[in-house]
């Protein structure tokens, strides 16, 4: 019996383990592990974040996002004169063939601006991405705790209002 155990602890220890990111796919477009930092309980925005790999031979552009939770948009951080602000990218993002679009804190990002309460880590946010010629791809955030370095506060930045 004690030999039988082994050989099926054995077996059950080899089977492989299952990915814990989650991935989407449209086509040629691969796209990886959507997810929005947890929020603070009077944060009234937040970042989404993701991968798009375009194993295709044409390109693609990523022209939207639309979902429930809050008003959605596609920004970039850029930086002039040592200050960060946020700016729309209405136009979106291209993602040319055997190119990844990385959507990171920092850089090119998902709003999601309005937020009515709180987001706590564990939850998931329904959004759909909108592509020129993938067309719609519904895909899910999940909100997790932020890593070693803080969670970015969008609540008091800057996004896209004019200035003179």
């Known amino acids: 019996m004690t030999l039988l155990r082994s050989a099926l602890a054995a077996a ?3 089977l492989p383990i299952p990915a814990l990111a989650h991935d989407f796919a449209a086509g040629d477009l691969a796209i990886g592990h959507p997810m929005i930092l947890e929020t603070t309980p009077v944060a009234k925005s937040a970042g989404g974040y993701l991968t798009v790999t ?12 639309e979902g429930d939770i809050a008003k959605l948009e596609l920004h970039e951080t850029v930086s002039a004169d040592g200050i960060a602000r946020m700016e729309p990218r209405p136009d979106g993002f291209e993602i040319a063939p055997g190119e990844t679009l990385t959507l990171a804190r920092g850089g090119k ?7 009515q309460s709180p987001l706590s880590a564990g939850d998931t946010v329904d959004a759909v991405l909108i592509f020129r010629q ?10 997790e705790a932020p890593g070693d370095g803080a969670a970015m506060d969008h609540g008091g930045m800057d996004h896209g209002a004019p200035t003179n």
Request: no cysteine; hydrophobic share 50%; aromatic share 10%.
């Open 12 to 14: 059950f220890l080899a």
């Open 109 to 115: 990002h998902v709003m999601f601006m309005g937020l």
């Open 54 to 65: 375009n194993n295709g031979d044409t390109p693609d552009r990523l022209i939207g996002i």
């Open 134 to 143: 993938a067309g719609r791809v519904p895909v899910t955030f999940d909100v």
